[in-house]
């Protein structure tokens, strides 16, 4: 560490003092060549970043837990913050500067080096968002569909299973060949491992990166957190691979550029939140994108989470990160309260580019389904005046249970999305009217089992479903295909 | 008529470390304290403590006009100045291996003031690590002459050689 100090102090020529110290953010007099974003390394071998110059003194944050000595002495290191990037990360859970969590499971040697905050690249290198992102969730996949490359935020109260969502997609993603990296911006160590648990029992951690901070780190590390992830998967990118990123979550990150800011005097504005946290999310997440490479059309799907307080998603953070955002999926926790799983409202929720990526077919099914679901609702209210119904609305109403079963998702991890559009034509058709609960319950789940299981009905039902062109050609012959029989 | 700014002046040039520079802003604060007391020997014995002898004659020369001349406004403003006029010194850091004697600062001053400037004032550092030379600091540049450095960059440069040396 000493060494590494003396050599930066040779090479610049320039050496600082702390003259004050409010942690995170460090006063140092001296540094006259000190550049904005640059990194300095402090004579405890901890780093730090300048973020800006005043006539008296330099500004600058420490990434270190411990709280900077006056007097202390701070050399340049003549550059930004840079991360290494490579394959060799995969499988690794890190902090934002790239240093392995896991003891026992260090980062290796890696060649390449990569600065965290980059210009997103312009209009020229992306590409149009052709190719359909599948989440692996029935109700997000027909109501709500996503394209690879679109920044779809996830938003909703505490424990509205949203993470769930999250680790699902991530899951159908990778299985599908893309990278995973899962940013988890300032929670707590249970959290953490919760997450490193699901993706290590759902066995793909060889093909993501766990990018954490946990919330007793220093603030300046936390607000590193979604823009190493974000590095990392530009590096994936570039290497020719689909990325899937998930930030989790954004609200918890302007808070904490809310601290720091703060604490460095910056003026607040609304909220108490500096004029500058649009642009600390916008820069991040234009990022994002489905680009024009070398081996082809390859993308970074994002998917950032905004926690919203007893459903108010018109709040100044979610607001900001909805607007620059390609649509968002809200997660309503009296939804959650019902027992419906995802708890996600397809009818606020939104996708501004994810039906371009889809058929006309699969169009058709999300816009029957949403029709059919929002008529629904208003004849409910009409259904509880307490008059008889008619035979026509309760069938609606049987017909919308129904649906809403084949939505429910609480035990599969994931439904391929040809098993998802069978599941639509059997529920759709009349085949299980008069059925109950459980019925269609052991109906669904002895359906996708055998998916799972015998590759003839695979086959047979990928080449059936892959054939149809419209809910009606689906229809047609959908018997054959009620496997709950067998 | 006292010139002010003069007397501040004659006041610096005889000043050469920074550590004498704090002393002194303490003994015109205590001079500040006591303008308008009239305790004979008060401030004088307060000086005495906290100042060396040098310094006590140099600092009593500068004020003894204003008492003289039963100018304690002037005074008062001759405090506040000598505070200002010490705050835009440049501070020239040293890192020595030893304590150097006050004729050695004194001809470091004098060279430093024909040199760089004479709004200069030194700051010595005792570090042994140093071992000879010195190393500088200065409105945020560093250089390093010291013998350490000297004998770590041969090592450095003469190391295959010195390997080999051994090895026979």
């Known amino acids: 560490m000493q060494e590494e100090f003396n050599n930066y102090l040779n090479k610049t020529g320039e050496i600082g003092f702390v003259t004050r110290a409010n942690h995170p953010w ?31 003194h330099v500004e600058a944050v420490s990434f270190s837990k411990a709280t900077t ?30 240093h392995s969590l896991n003891p026992a499971n260090p980062v290796p040697v890696l060649n390449e080096t990569r600065a965290v905050n980059s210009t997103p690249s312009g ?21 709500i569909p996503l394209g690879k490359g679109q920044r779809e935020l996830v938003i909703g109260d505490q424990k509205s299973g949203k993470s769930r969502f999250l680790l699902r997609s991530l899951l159908t993603q990778v299985k599908e060949g893309a990278i995973g990296i899962y940013a988890v911006i300032g929670k707590s160590q249970i959290a953490i491992k919760q997450i490193e648990g699901f993706i290590r029992s759902a066995k793909i951690m060889e093909r993501c990166v766990i990018v954490a901070s946990s919330a007793d780190d220093p603030s300046s590390l936390i607000f590193l957190t979604p823009y190493t992830a974000m590095t990392i998967a530009e590096y994936f990118r570039d290497a020719g691979k689909n990325v899937l990123v998930v930030m989790d979550d954004l609200s918890t990150h302007a808070r904490v550029h809310r601290e720091i800011s703060l604490i460095g005097r910056r003026f607040p504005g609304r909220s108490s939140y500096p004029g500058d946290v649009f642009y600390i999310h916008s820069r991040l997440l234009e990022r994002a994108g489905n680009f024009k490479t070398s081996s082809g059309d390859k993308s970074i799907t994002c998917l950032p989470v905004a926690e919203t307080v007893q459903g108010d998603f018109a709040g100044y953070i979610q607001t900001n990160l909805i607007s620059m955002t390609d649509g968002h999926i809200l997660f309503d926790s009296k939804l959650f ?8 409202d397809p009818f606020i929720s939104v996708t501004r580019v994810g039906r371009q990526t889809r058929s006309g077919f699969k169009i058709e099914i999300g816009n029957t389904l949403t029709s ?37 998702q609480t035990a599969y991890d994931t439904i391929p999305g040809n098993v998802q559009v069978l599941l639509f034509g059997l529920t759709w058709s009349d085949l299980w009217q008069g059925k109950t609960k459980e019925e269609i319950k052991q109906a669904i789940q002895k359906i996708i089992f055998q998916y799972e299981l015998d590759k003839d009905i695979r ?16 229809l047609e012959r959908i018997g054959e295909f009620d496997f709950s029989h067998a | 008529m006292i010139d002010t700014n003069e007397n501040i002046k004659k006041l610096l040039r005889k000043v ?11 003994a015109s604060e205590e001079l500040k304290k006591n303008i308008y007391r009239s305790v004979p020997g008060k401030v004088e014995g307060v000086l005495k403590t906290l100042l060396s002898e040098r310094l006590v004659k ?46 050695f600062l004194e001809s470091i001053k004098n060279w430093v003031e024909e040199k760089v400037g004479e709004d200069i004032i030194l700051e010595i550092q005792e570090d042994l690590g140093v071992l000879g030379g010195a190393r500088l600091v200065f409105e945020g540049k560093f250089k390093e002459i010291t013998l350490a450095h000297l004998i770590d960059s041969f090592f450095k440069e003469q190391r295959e050689e010195i390997l080999y040396a051994l090895k026979d």
């Open chain 1, 69 to 98: 000595r006056v007097g202390e002495r701070v050399v340049r290191m003549d550059k930004t913050l840079e991360i290494p990037v490579g394959d060799g990360l995969l499988g690794l859970i890190i902090n934002p500067l790239v």
């Open chain 1, 337 to 344: 309260a019902e027992g419906r799983r995802p708890a996600v």
């Open chain 1, 372 to 408: 059919f679901l929002k008529n629904t609702e208003k004849l409910k209210t009409f259904a509880s005046f307490g008059e008889e119904a008619g035979e026509h609305i309760k069938k609606m109403l049987n017909k919308e249970i129904r649906i809403w079963q084949f939505l429910d």
């Open chain 2, 58 to 103: 140099v600092f009593t020369d500068a004020t003894a006009l204003y008492l003289r001349e039963g100018k304690p406004a002037e005074l008062a403003e001759f405090t506040e100045n000598l505070k200002a006029e010490f705050g835009k010194l440049r501070v020239l850091k040293l890192y020595m291996a030893f304590e150097p004697s006050e004729k």
């Open chain 1, 459 to 474: 086959k047979r039902i990928d080449e059936y479903v892959g054939g149809r062109r419209s809910v009606r050609e689906l």
């Open chain 1, 123 to 143: 209009i020229e290198s992306r590409s149009k968002i052709k190719n359909p992102c599948e989440t692996g969730v029935t109700l997000v996949d027909l109501m």
């Open chain 2, 16 to 26: 050469t470390v920074k550590s004498e520079l704090n002393l002194l802003l303490q």
């Open chain 1, 26 to 56: 460090v006063y140092v007099d001296g540094l006259p060549g000190a550049r904005p974003e640059e990194i300095v390394i402090f004579e405890s071998g901890e780093l730090g970043q300048i973020l800006s110059l005043s006539e008296a």
